[in-house]
C-alpha cells in the first residue's frame, strides 16, 4: 500500500502516523497506518492498494467527484515537476 503520487507507505506519513494514534487511543486492538488509511483514507483503492495523502491530493488539485463515487487513484500519477 502506498501513496499514487510520493509513494509513501502509511507509516511513513506524520499525517497517518498521528491520526492512527489518535484511532488506537482507549482501543484494546490497536491498527496498523495500512488498517487505518483501509478504514478511514477516502481516496483508498482497494483494487490497487493505493491513495493520494492529504499533501499529494492538493498537489494534484483536489480531484473529486460526488458522492458515492469519490476520486480515488487508477494508477501512478506523475507529478509535473
Ligand atoms: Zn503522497
Do not use: H
Not at 50 to 55: M, N
Amino acid at each position: 500500500m502506498q501513496c499514487a503520487v510520493c509513494r509513501k507507505a502509511p507509516a511513513e506519513l506524520k499525517e497517518y502516523v498521528e491520526a492512527t494514534a489518535d484511532y488506537n487511543e482507549g482501543k484494546a486492538i490497536p491498527i496498523s497506518a495500512d488498517q487505518y488509511v483501509r478504514l478511514e483514507e477516502g481516496t483508498f483503492n482497494p483494487d490497487n492498494e493505493l491513495f493520494a495523502c492529504t499533501l499529494c491530493y492538493i498537489k494534484i488539485g483536489m480531484p473529486a467527484k460526488p458522492f458515492p463515487d469519490r476520486w480515488q487513484p487508477i494508477d501512478f500519477i506523475e507529478l509535473a515537476s
